[in-house]
């Protein structure tokens, strides 16, 4: 059969059809005429039309479609039969087609033919015709003498509606002429039917080709189906236009396992360019029949390609966008945002229904996250999924909560991680609600501050990105926590809802009723807990206009119930909540006179209010001093948090009070003679107003604490039912902070009005007390340490007070009373020497009271080593558990300078004969330090004018920061940054959270302020700390030069040497906590981390930094800092640099940064490091920091299995045949001492290097699996030279285990003697673990090929002292065999855990030994 015009098979049928284009085109248009206005039966007398009605078809025009009065089948073959039986058959045939292809030029022709026939619903026919009834177009390719040229005709009129527009007639002409090729019961030519739709999708517009790619599934024989998916996947990787088409294609063919790996990696590779609305198709197909075995590999290398951020930015330009143009272009932008975010989220939906129903997807996808070990490599879509299988996969939560425990202390998670996927897709996190919540609950619960803070960032994330519900589960599970009373949860708990109420006052305060609640379980809660909850129902309270009353109700009957109560703690509770309470109602006063004039009478009620409140706390104070003082500190936080935003009115009447009171009690003037009976001698010291006929003030401070020590025993009660306010020296501090604060608060700043303060002497006594404390009573020495405290504490508030003073002679003062500070605390430290069981007086009142303050024996004496034993440690036992935590969150660049201070304080001991105490435990005793005093570290030389009495200029004294003033500023810097700014994952948590938590004792005014506010002045601080540092340098540099490389010197000075090199770690500490900070990996901190850079690169390159990139900045302060390696002058020192540099460097980490850490690890291993004395350095401190260094040295290194094999067959060597005090000459910090720590390093690092080795594969080329096999090859040969190193090692382990055994069996003999019950229900355990211990040894050698070592024998009954016990009566019964487990050394009695022989008969002494 032929037709008038054939499709051809050449190549180049594609260029002809082009070629026809124009022509169809024109065909088209003025086939546009020929359309039937009228709907009606087509009527003519081609041949085409009779028999097609004949057959049981009526062929219709215009919108009317073509009648079917009988069924298709039916139809088919009465049709076909006419054909055959017609008297022109073949011919025939070709004139039927001609009349078809005439009749379908007519565009409502052509689409009635195309669209399913209507059944005609007659009497007769209503049972012979289906509901349904194919196309006409359909029914004629299923005859088969008809199919050939009807395929010839559709494929000839596919071009015409190339250029068509769908929609322009009402039908899309194209995908309703390839829809009558699908589900064809029979193609004769199936094969060129293909070939042909192919060569139609080389030149059709691209959304033709989706169609003819979606239908050939419906089209293909499966003979067919690998065939045409290999030339699909090739059609993939030249044109991503057609990803959908052809994915969604082969997602429906069967494929052999070869070809569909083969096409998932190629869709694996288009995945990072593919359009944002094609994405989850790609996914779905790559995700599609995935093998067990495969699994793993397939997600790692989505997770690798599928980038989230990719999806974002374009929503990011769409909203930018809609900001410039107007409102109907910005209403479109704003509807392809939320098409691509619904993009997304069908995303997800694909990556769920993989989860939820093909097996081993969710555990391959965790373990795909677990395998990734670089931080950067972590990303959004990880979060996301992990969430999602937490929700949809029940079995595998535990697991997921186990990879975030994991992940997120080693920074793989972090909380901006968490803060993006909220941000930018928490329409797919929505979904995933009850699992946010789950896991947050859970993670509060850890022990890992880390985690913790990570659980709750979710917390806050979700309640500020979902709805009403969520929220409102939020504040539930919160208040849950603070209801609990674990005081981690407690802490982060309210930590959270103060952000909220910050950020979200509106939509908290509707579940103020929970927030409420929590009032009722306050009995846990420590002053620092309550004065955030006070601050958050305060704020909900009277942030509103129209005040929630039930509120202020409740609170104020709390209050009031507190402050009556003559428990200490709940008037402290009462105190605080009063305050903070107060501070809320001042707060909104402020506010209200700003906002509105007519609520001036409600402003005034509550001024009378707060005058009432304020009264009324005052009034419970005044018989406790320890209440007094926390009132006046109350107050004085109250000032200065709301600093400009208090009403004049309460600002007054506060200010009034406490200036009459601190004059009247604290201030006298200085007189000769100064009257009253008092424990000591009073005398005037530390005046720095020299002239004193002008009646010069001064603080009476030993005459009022003689007076409270008198009080104690005599007339203390009679005082206080006399309702007279009590003065104590205890309240002296507090009360002048609130002076001072309340001073600069009504004189913006200026100190004029107390600045007498910052000279004026103190009555003290005699402080020369050199040899005479031996000679004081109990009483007078515990009067002197009181007097000392007090004394101090008054000089580190005046430093807070004045140090922002700008006037030279005012700044000269200030320095003068740090050395007055260093002065005393070294008498204070030899006074506490000598007074043991001393208590210390508080100094800070809004914490938990102590159950035992520190004593002399809880910090220890430096003394003679011989003076250290028992006793020291059963004294020690009474520490209070402030001075534990104290000693547990020693920082480690503090333990050195402990270190240090002991060593100056051993060398004043020795040259004083007075013991001293070390200080570093009495944080919680000493007033705390405010950020502002760190300005200090600004000053240079400073000159500190005396004036004659003419005024003129009499002499000029220079006052000068020195090294102990440095000292003292840096270590209290250090311990601020620590607290706050040191990475959570890296603080140590008190040991199962025994004793009250103390880690916030003495940083009470810190915490209040923000981690960003503590890194903003500490970057302010860079540029006089990195002159300090660069004085340390040029000084030792200088030592070194001038003792010619010679650490110990003659001519160094211990003590400076001491001093400056504690200067030094604390400085490198200080660089090294303030990088550290987490929060300069947030966006809104990225200027704050550039101005830290620039300081530090202006070093190197002034003036030439100011438009560097980040990244040159970072290299710039890398190079500044690594220019510090040569004059470190001890090892901790050259720890803190090398961990400084590794914080510098991963931002971001490069690799020329990475070797330069690596080879300066190994310079300072392989460097001497001697003490000032001569002595080597060494100690557990030493091998700690040591363990660290070589951790470093081999994470950074680029072969550490070279590196293993270098320590191991150099340095141990020299190490084996040095002397016994000697060391390796490569590693001079290889020692035997100091071997185990090489040893474990190494191990430890050996086993995670043969950990990286990836499995091998069947695809792997040769040079691969010879690289890996190389890699193993050294392993193993390292391993085997580690294992050899310590052999002679296991073998003493195992004969110190055989005597201590000897020694258990002893025991057992010892208890059954003297039939002591309570021991001898222990022998039968201890006897069988024995017995196992045994034969644990035996399998060891015999594993080992060491069997001939072990041998069997049987020891005598002896008792603790030895004797052999001659009756074993007692014994006779007990089962088992005596062992030693190595060659014997004493032939006269060798070890046996059990006396008595296998049938249990007894043995004579002749029977002590058998060999086996």
């Known amino acids: 059969m032929v037709s008038k015009r054939k499709l051809s098979k050449s190549d180049a049928h594609g260029d002809s059809l082009i070629a026809e284009l124009p022509q169809t085109k024109k065909s088209r248009i003025s086939c546009k005429e020929k359309t039937s206005a009228e709907d009606g039966a087509v009527e003519n007398d081609s041949i085409f039309v009779q028999l097609i009605k004949t057959a049981g078809i009526t062929l219709n025009s215009g919108e009317r479609q073509n009648d079917i009065a009988v069924d298709q089948a039916t139809f088919q073959k009465k049709l076909c039969q006419i054909l055959r039986k017609h008297p022109f058959y073949p011919h025939v045939v070709q004139e039927f087609v001609s009349g078809l292809e005439t009749h379908i030029k007519d565009r409502d022709q052509f689409r009635n033919c195309l669209l399913p026939c209507a059944p005609v619903r007659g009497e007769v026919t209503r049972n012979l015709v289906h509901s349904y009834c194919e196309s006409l177009?359909?029914?004629?390719?299923?005859?088969?003498?008809?199919?050939?040229?009807v395929i010839t005709l559709l494929l000839e009129k596919?071009?015409?509606?190339?250029?068509?527009?769908?929609?322009?007639?009402?039908?899309?002409?194209?995908?309703?002429?390839?829809?009558?090729?699908?589900?064809?019961?029979?193609?004769?030519?199936?094969?060129?039917?293909?070939m042909k739709l192919m060569q139609m999708v080389s030149v059709s517009p691209v959304p033709i080709q989706h169609d003819i790619i979606t239908s050939l599934p419906e089209i293909l024989e499966d003979s067919q189906q690998s065939e045409f998916a290999r030339e699909v996947s090739q059609l993939l990787k030249r044109d991503t236009r057609l990803t959908v088409p052809i994915l969604d294609a082969l997602s429906n063919l069967d494929l052999d396992a070869g070809l569909l790996a083969e096409v998932r990696q190629s869709a694996m590779i288009i995945v990072p360019a593919v359009k944002l609305e094609d994405l989850p198709v790609v996914i779905k197909f790559i995700l599609h029949n995935i093998k067990a075995v495969d699994a793993v590999e397939v997600i790692s290398a989505l997770r690798k390609n599928l980038d989230l951020s990719s999806c974002i930015l374009p929503l990011q330009i769409l909203s930018s966008q809609s900001k410039l143009k107007?409102?109907?272009?910005?209403?479109?932008?704003?509807?392809?945002?939320?098409?691509?975010q619904n993009c997304v989220k069908l995303l997800f939906d694909v990556i769920k229904l993989a989860v939820r129903f093909q097996k081993g997807i969710s555990e391959a996808w965790i373990k795909a996250i677990e395998n990734t070990v670089s931080v950067s490599d972590h990303k959004v879509l990880d979060l996301i999924v992990l969430l999602l299988i937490h929700t949809t996969n029940t079995k595998s939560r535990k697991q997921i909560e186990r990879v975030l425990r994991n992940k997120i202390p080693l920074g793989c998670v972090p909380e901006q991680l968490l803060q993006s996927a909220f941000r930018n897709h928490s329409l797919v996190i929505k979904d995933f609600f009850p699992s946010i919540l789950s896991l947050a609950q859970t993670f509060l619960h850890s022990a890992d501050p880390c985690v913790v803070s990570f659980g709750s960032c979710m917390y806050k994330q979700a309640f500020s990105a979902f709805d009403s519900y969520c929220q409102q589960e939020v504040v539930s599970a919160l208040v849950t926590h603070i209801c609990g009373g674990n005081d981690v949860e407690v802490d982060i708990s309210l930590d959270v809802l103060t952000d909220l109420v910050t950020l979200h006052t509106s939509s908290l305060i509707r579940y103020a009723t929970f927030v409420k609640n929590i009032l009722d379980y306050t009995e846990k809660l420590n002053p620092q807990q309550i004065r955030k909850l006070f601050y958050i129902l305060g704020e909900l309270a009277f942030s509103q206009r129209q005040e929630d009353s039930y509120i202020q109700d409740d609170m104020h009957m709390v209050i009031r119930k507190w402050l009556s109560s003559t428990v200490p703690k709940y008037k402290q509770m009462g105190i605080i909540g009063a305050i903070t309470v107060a501070g809320s109602m001042a707060a909104k006063r402020s506010k209200e006179d700003r906002c509105s004039l007519e609520r001036t009478q409600q402003s005034e009620e509550h001024c009378r209010q707060l005058s009432i409140l304020l009264d009324l706390v005052s009034y419970c104070c005044e018989q406790s001093p320890e209440a007094l003082a926390l009132y006046y500190d109350e107050l004085a936080n109250l000032i200065e948090k709301q600093k400009g935003n208090l009403d004049s009115q309460i600002l007054e009447r506060i200010g009034k009070s406490v200036v009459e009171d601190f004059s009247n009690d604290f201030v006298v003037d200085l007189t000769p003679v100064v009257d009253g009976v008092h424990l000591f001698p009073v005398k005037s010291l530390y005046n720095l107003d020299e002239d004193e006929s002008q009646g010069t003030i001064v603080i009476n401070l030993l005459p009022l604490l003689s007076q409270n020590w008198l009080g104690k025993s005599v007339g203390?009660?009679?005082?206080?039912?006399?309702?007279?306010?009590?003065?104590?020296p205890e309240c002296l501090c507090p009360s002048f902070r609130l002076l001072r604060l309340y001073t600069t608060e009504q004189h913006n700043g200026s100190m004029e009005e107390i600045d007498a303060l910052l000279g004026c002497p103190l009555y003290l006594t005699d402080l020369e007390i050199e040899g005479k404390l031996g000679s004081l009573a109990k009483q007078e020495r515990e009067f002197l340490c009181s007097l000392l405290f007090n004394a101090l504490n008054w000089f580190r508030e005046v430093v807070n007070a004045f140090c922002k003073q700008q006037d030279l002679e005012m700044k000269g003062k200030v320095l003068t009373r740090l050395q007055n500070i260093t002065e005393l605390q070294n008498m204070l430290g030899k006074c506490l020497a000598a007074s043991p069981g001393y208590v210390l007086p508080p100094a800070i009142f809004d914490c938990e009271a102590l159950e035992a303050a520190p004593t002399v024996n809880a910090v220890g004496l430096v003394k003679k080593k011989k003076t250290g034993g028992k006793k020291q440690k059963s004294e020690g036992s009474k520490d209070s558990s402030a001075d534990h935590s104290q000693m547990e969150e020693n920082p480690e660049g503090n333990q050195s300078e402990a270190e240090t201070t002991q060593l100056e304080k051993d060398t004043t001991e020795k040259k004083s004969g007075i013991p001293l105490v070390q200080l570093q435990s009495y944080r919680a005793f000493f007033r705390e330090l405010d950020l502002e005093v760190f300005t200090i570290l600004h000053c240079g030389?400073?000159?500190?004018?005396?004036?004659?009495?003419?005024?003129?200029?009499?002499?000029?004294?220079?006052?000068?920061?020195?090294?102990?003033?440095?000292?003292?500023l840096l270590d209290d810097l250090c311990q601020k940054l620590e607290h706050i700014l040191m990475p959570p994952a890296a603080k140590r948590a008190p040991f199962l959270k025994q004793g009250k938590d103390c880690r916030n004792i003495g940083f009470s005014h810190l915490c209040q302020r923000s981690s960003q506010e503590v890194a903003q002045c500490a970057v302010e601080l860079l540029k006089p700390l990195c002159n300090h540092m660069e004085n340390m340098h040029n000084y030792f540099q200088a030592l070194i030069t001038e003792n010619e490389e010679v650490v110990d010197g003659p001519r160094v000075n211990i003590q400076e040497h001491q001093l400056l090199s504690s200067c030094y770690q604390q400085l490198l500490q200080v660089f090294r906590l303030l990088f550290a900070w987490s929060g300069f990996s947030q966006r809104e901190n990225s200027d704050l981390l550039r101005s830290a850079l620039k300081v530090l690169a202006d070093r190197l390159k002034p003036g030439e930094t100011e438009f560097l990139l980040l990244e040159d900045l970072i290299s710039e302060s890398f190079h500044y800092l690594l220019n510090f390696q040569h004059s470190v002058p001890n090892f901790q020192c050259a720890l803190t640099l090398t961990q400084l540099l590794i914080v510098i460097a991963e931002k971001p980490v490069a690799s020329w940064k990475k070797d330069k850490i690596a080879s300066l690890a190994k310079q300072f291993l392989c460097q001497s490091w001697m003490q000032p004395s001569g002595m080597r350095e060494k100690g557990s401190q030493f091998s700690d920091a040591l363990h660290t260094l070589v951790c470093v040295y081999m994470e950074h290194t680029d072969n550490i299995l070279k590196a293993v094999e270098d320590i191991s067959s150099v340095g141990v060597p020299e190490l084996i045949n040095s002397a016994n005090d000697g060391y390796s000459s490569t590693y001079p910090t290889l020692t035997r001492q100091t071997f185990p720590v090489f040893f474990q390093v190494m191990m430890a690092q050996l086993e995670n290097s043969v950990r990286s080795i990836p499995a091998g594969k069947p695809s792997d080329s040769s040079e691969v699996q010879l690289e890996k096999l190389l890699h193993w090859n050294m392993a193993v040969r390292d391993f085997h030279i580690l294992v050899n190193l310590v052999k002679e090692d296991v073998q003493s382990l195992l004969k110190t285990l055989q005597l201590s055994t000897r020694q258990l069996h002893h025991m057992c003999g010892h208890s059954k003697i003297h039939q002591d019950l309570g021991l001898t229900n222990h022998v039968p355990l201890l006897k069988k673990s024995l017995e196992q211990f045994v034969y644990r040894v035996k399998a060891m050698l015999a594993f080992n090929h060491c069997q001939e070592a072990f041998w069997v024998g049987i020891l005598k009954n002896r008792d603790l002292q030895g004797e052999e016990i001659l009756s074993q009566d007692s014994e006779e019964n007990d089962p088992g065999e005596g062992v030693s487990q190595l060659p014997r050394e004493d032939p006269a009695e060798e070890e046996g855990d059990i006396s008595g022989s296998e049938d249990g008969s007894e043995h004579n002494d002749d029977d002590e030994e058998s060999s086996e």
């Open 941 to 968: 030389l400073l000159t500190k004018s005396i004036l004659d009495s003419e005024m003129h200029t009499e002499a000029r004294e220079i006052v000068q920061l020195g090294p102990a003033e440095l000292v003292f």
């Open 137 to 149: 177009i359909k029914l004629l390719l299923g005859i088969e003498t008809l199919q050939p040229a």
């Open 716 to 728: 203390e009660m009679a005082t206080r039912n006399q309702g007279k306010k009590i003065v104590s």
């Open 158 to 194: 596919l071009p015409e509606f190339f250029f068509d527009t769908v929609g322009t007639f009402g039908t899309n002409f194209p995908r309703l002429i390839v829809n009558q090729f699908k589900w064809l019961d029979k193609i004769l030519d199936s094969k060129d039917l293909i």
């Open 326 to 340: 107007s409102q109907p272009q910005t209403s479109s932008s704003t509807s392809q945002v939320s098409s691509s």
